[in-house]
């Protein structure tokens, strides 16, 4: 005999984190496109960037917001229609979801509330970047964006001091200059990456010290 729980569960939705291009239309799985169009509803971080997606594909299906700015209840939302049988596909404004992404916050609340989740990988912006990086990948650790608080930012960096392994970080562009002055003073004029726009039309991977790549940023006012 199957408990009640166990049959609430089994009529349950499932949320499937779904990997999304960083740039190049192309570069999304036939899973992903499947999963697009066959949920009842897409979670997205911008609908505007997620319905030009969904327009090249000829997807239909419906879609909510789900961002840093509206999680706290819309969160509650999406789990009640999952509970009541709604398939709903989570997806970010580029790449895997739940890294240094809102849906890390949906991905846990569904775990306590024994939601199944499923993903459906495809491009992380991270490995992509480091696959040409040229900087040892047999250990490295992902931070993602520092603080944007200059204090708080120098006192992260600091921690980081003794890390041996490659650390791959986010940064936006209009933060630049002022995270590399500060990685520059902490950790030391070291051998750096910086990749932007990847896989888009402007893609650029620069290699140098730090002090290097800070300069050609400067000259180019970014």
């Given at each position: 005999?199957?408990?009640d729980?166990?049959?609430?569960?089994?009529?349950?939705?499932?949320i499937?984190?779904?990997?999304?291009?960083?740039?190049?239309?192309?570069?999304i799985?036939?899973?992903?496109?499947?999963?697009?169009?066959?949920?009842?509803?897409?979670?997205?971080?911008?609908?505007?960037?997620?319905?030009?997606?969904?327009?090249h594909?000829?997807?239909?299906?419906?879609?909510?917001?789900?961002?840093?700015?509206?999680?706290?209840?819309?969160?509650?939302?999406?789990?009640?229609?999952?509970?009541?049988?709604?398939?709903?596909?989570?997806?970010?404004?580029?790449?895997?979801?739940?890294l240094?992404?809102?849906?890390?916050?949906?991905v846990?609340?569904?775990?306590?509330?024994?939601?199944?989740?499923?993903?459906?990988?495809g491009?992380?912006?991270?490995?992509?970047?480091l696959?040409v990086?040229?900087?040892?990948?047999?250990?490295?650790i992902?931070?993602?964006?520092?603080?944007?608080?200059?204090?708080?930012r120098?006192k992260?960096?600091?921690?980081?001091k003794?890390?041996?392994?490659t650390?791959i970080?986010?940064?936006?562009?209009?933060?630049?200059i002022?995270?590399?002055?500060?990685?520059?003073?902490i950790?030391?004029?070291?051998?750096?990456?910086?990749?932007?726009?990847m896989t888009?039309?402007f893609?650029e991977?620069?290699k140098?010290s730090v002090?290097?790549?800070?300069?050609?940023?400067?000259?180019?006012?970014?």
């Amino acid at each position: 005999m199957i408990s009640d729980k166990g049959t609430h569960e089994l009529h349950q939705g499932k949320i499937y984190i779904v990997s999304t291009p960083i740039g190049n239309m192309e570069d999304i799985t036939l899973r992903a496109l499947k999963v697009l169009k066959e949920v009842g509803l897409i979670a997205a971080e911008s609908k505007e960037r997620t319905r030009k997606l969904c327009t090249h594909y000829t997807i239909k299906t419906p879609i909510t917001t789900y961002n840093s700015h509206n999680q706290h209840y819309k969160g509650r939302v999406l789990l009640e229609k999952v509970k009541s049988g709604l398939n709903i596909a989570l997806v970010s404004d580029a790449g895997t979801p739940s890294l240094s992404d809102p849906g890390s916050r949906l991905v846990r609340e569904a775990i306590d509330n024994h939601i199944r989740l499923v993903p459906i990988p495809g491009v992380s912006a991270s490995l992509t970047a480091l696959s040409v990086s040229g900087l040892p990948t047999d250990s490295f650790i992902f931070v993602g964006f520092l603080s944007n608080k200059k204090g708080r930012r120098r006192k992260e960096l600091d921690d980081l001091k003794r890390e041996a392994r490659t650390i791959i970080f986010f940064e936006s562009p209009h933060r630049l200059i002022k995270m590399l002055t500060d990685m520059h003073e902490i950790l030391g004029n070291r051998d750096i990456v910086v990749a932007k726009e990847m896989t888009k039309v402007f893609e650029e991977v620069k290699k140098g010290s730090v002090s290097k790549i800070l300069s050609s940023f400067e000259d180019e006012k970014i």
